[in-house]
């Protein structure tokens, strides 16, 4: 079976989605056109285990135009948009994914795209490279490097590398500036707020949103909070972080204090239980919580649910939980993240970036894998330099460039005072 996907029936509702995105993405459909003329792909399998998003899919295209066998599974249960898998899988792309899978089903799909016995990996979340490290290590052989997209994956395989546990290089582009400043910052500032919107329409102005974290995602989330005209308070662990949150001009505080004052609490720290029992307990009646991280564990289902006389479904992205205490919580989407389980995800002009950087680091990983370590590597930083180069000149921006006497100075240490 080369796919299994929600209905086939909306491939063609799911090209136009696509072809909306293709727009969007000039510098990606740039690395399209020069991939289509060089084949760097000739013979290469890569299996990419990401969201199933019509950005993914001008990904996907380009890596297929470049000569590359590709598949593609779900990297979320609810992240999946239907008709864009229905026109991948319609163009001949092995895809396994829909939106509202269960965990066997999630778990399924990613092992029928491990069928292909990939040569390159693409995760966002690292769950390929932990099955094939784990379960399919009879795959390791055929695997040249695999890449991890989002912060909670990185984290994860660095763990792996620390081990010794890691049998084959891994490159981190979420770690790359034209990924985590653009992507993780206003991507997921724009697209939280918009997933909240979509599930609740709630006015923000006035509001008090309480963000918890503050890295690249959850800043990117208080700033668009704020620009909405939310009060915006962050909680951290971090000194650093909390120390810039406080000079960006937000209230900074304990959780357990931020519990008592916040109408909507947004999680984005890639860790477990932020959001628990003991802050459900203090929370206003109405609150809503929303979970941007990657995985589902930030907001404790299991203690909301064991605080509560009541969960029911008021609309596709929102649940009501009534406490016994008789007030009421609304949580968005599950605990997935709402930016993609609620609305489309990032917008296309930022995935453009994050996209292109991979399909760059696919071919340079094509011809220097032999080269690296099994470890997590640094997306080269000259594919950094060129991405943001063509994201700027298809954006029209020109900037200068160094004389020779400035290219000298910076090169000397002679001259001083
Ligand atoms: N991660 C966040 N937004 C995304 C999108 N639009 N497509 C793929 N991955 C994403």
Redesign the pocket.
Known sequence: MSYKVKDIGLAEQGKLKIEWAEQQMPVLMSIRKDFEKAQPFKGVTVAAC???????AVLVRTLKAGGAIVGLSA?NPL?TQDDVAAALASEGITVFAWKGQNNDEYYWGLNQLLELKPNITLD?GADVISTIHSKRTDLLKNVFAGQE??TTGVIRLKAMAADGALKYPIIAVNDTPTKHMF?NYY??GQ?TIDGILRATNIMLAGKTVVVCGYGYCSAGIALRSDGMGANVVITEVDPLKALKAAMDGYRVMPLKEASKIGDIFITATGDKNILRAEHFQLMKSGAILANSGHFNVEISIPDLESLSKERKKINENTEEFTLKTGNKLYFLAEGR?V??AAA?????A??DM??ADQALVCEWLVKNYKTLTPVVHDVPKEIDEKVARLKLKSMGVEIDSLTDEQKHYLGSWQEGT
């Open positions: 990401l969201h199933v998003t019509k950005e993914t990297s992240s966002d997209e989002t992507d991507g997921t697209s993240l930016n993609l489309e995800g990032h917008p296309s930022v995935m994050s996209f």
